[in-house]
């Protein structure tokens, strides 16, 4: 058997039952095999406390690609978002069918946005929301731009 976001070998003892691409606690019924390691980078990890700066900014550039170098040609951020929110190669489909060309680190990182985006479509719904229909990815971005502003505003 080998881990879903790094094709290393996992054996019997040496690994994780991963909800992906919906957590458990979204409803998620879906797991896939996770080595410990990419388990707790994806799920125990926080993005700001454990995930060094140069690994995280690898794995986005590994899922943004080419998408990456036309989002540093838009000429502000809110043209930037529009034009992530329709770039047909950061939906989860695209992300998803592009799997396995994905650098590992970058599938972990997706994983981790995935859920932090299924989690939060959750709890919008639970409280009578219209959830957003905006990719992981997407969401993620703006999620951090926005935080972002809010940092650099106090």
């Known amino acids: 058997m080998t881990c879903y976001y790094c094709d290393r070998h996992v054996d019997g003892h040496h690994h ?3 909800h992906f691409p919906i957590p458990k606690m979204a409803g ?3 797991v896939v095999p996770a080595c410990l390691e990419c388990h707790d980078l994806k799920d125990r990890y926080t993005l700001a406390r454990r995930w060094p700066v140069s690994g995280y900014f690898e794995a986005l550039r590994g899922l943004m690609g080419e998408a990456l170098i036309s989002l540093e040609k838009q000429d502000s951020e809110t043209a ?3 034009w992530l929110a329709s770039h047909p ?7 998803l069918a592009r799997w396995s060309d994905l650098p590992p680190l970058s599938r972990v990182l997706y ?8 989690e939060e479509l959750f709890r919008q ?8 229909h905006t990719s992981a990815l997407v969401a993620a971005l703006r999620s951090t731009s926005a935080d ?3 940092h650099n505003a106090s």
């Open 111 to 118: 994983g981790k946005l995935r859920r932090l985006h299924e």
């Open 80 to 82: 930037a978002f529009d």
């Open 89 to 95: 190669s950061l939906s989860d489909e695209a992300v």
């Open 28 to 30: 998620g019924t879906a």
């Open 125 to 132: 719904r639970k409280n009578g929301l219209e959830p957003s």
């Open 148 to 150: 972002r502003i809010r």
């Open 16 to 18: 994780q039952h991963d």
